[in-house]
């Protein structure tokens, strides 16, 4: 049985359609990303798996339970990590765990969460002297606090370096790693192939896609490009005979090829065969961010 499960949910704003007949499930012990652009209705998504909104249609269950109806029991088994944390500027790490671990009827041993999360020596420090990183970890560890089975995380690394945004991709891990199910929002596309098992992609609150991050990157045009210089002269319509290729392109002694998902290998075996070495050599695989575009362009237009 998925752990969530959301049917055609429906959410408003006054006349604006925010989430418009919203359908996927989340598998137990699953990293799943919601991806979509700016305003594309995933916080409203998973505030509505939350229990924090009301959807006006549509059916929400979360381990079984209605978020809403069921409000105080999914608490107690969903951690929910939120854009703003809110927290009192002046409380102490330590006060804020041990007051949220308060809320729980099985908390998790706070000290060992903080020491996890590398917080363990910032226990004594106020809140607003955290760096933003640190926040971010706070933010995990109070989602984390009541030993959840499903953890909701919203805008997870925005605002972080690349370092702190890479430990803290190594901490959701490990929480998966832990039997927790995962349920990420994101605008990163990065983030969502180095984490999540599967993504739906949202649009204007429609779903366009429910994909692995490499399914939905083949579905954004799919392929390779490979650039390199050679080592001695080879012509284009040497290249353009392997099936694997779409389109040979120079620019001064570079070339750049395009072409199916096994372009690499055909090219470069070809290049061994005339004993042809390539230079400079970069290799793209056609990525989640030209699914992105692809499939929420149409969006856009409009
Ligand atoms: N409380 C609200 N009242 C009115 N409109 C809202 C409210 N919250 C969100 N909206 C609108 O609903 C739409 C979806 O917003 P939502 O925050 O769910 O999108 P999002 O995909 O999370 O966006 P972002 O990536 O920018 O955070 C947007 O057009 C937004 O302006």
Known sequence: MPVIEVERLHKRYGELTAVDEVSFAVEQGEIFGILGPNGA?????????????????????VLGLDPVADRDELHQSVGVQLQEAGLPDKLQVREVMDLFASFYRDPADVAALLRRLGLHEKSRDRYKKLSGGQKQRLAIALALVGNPRVVVLDEL??????????????????????????????????EAERLCDRVALIDRGRVVAVDTPEGLAARGGGGQRMRFRPSAPIEDADLLALPEVATVVRRGTQIEVTGADE??????????????????????????????IHLTEHGKEN
Do not use: N, Y
């Open 157 to 190: 690394t925005t605002g972080l370096d690349p370092h702190a945004r890479r430990e803290t991709w190594e901490l959701v891990e490990q929480v998966r790693e832990s039997g927790v199910t995962v349920l990420l929002v994101t605008h990163f596309m990065e």
């Open 41 to 61: 209705g995933k916080t409203t998504t998973v505030e509505c798996i939350s229990g924090l909104r009301t959807p006006d249609a549509g059916s929400v269950r």
């Open 263 to 292: 372009l690499v290998s055909a090219v470069t075996a070809l290049l061994a065969r005339r004993q042809i070495t390539a230079g400079s050599l970069r290799i793209e695989q056609s990525s989640l961010d030209d699914a992105f």
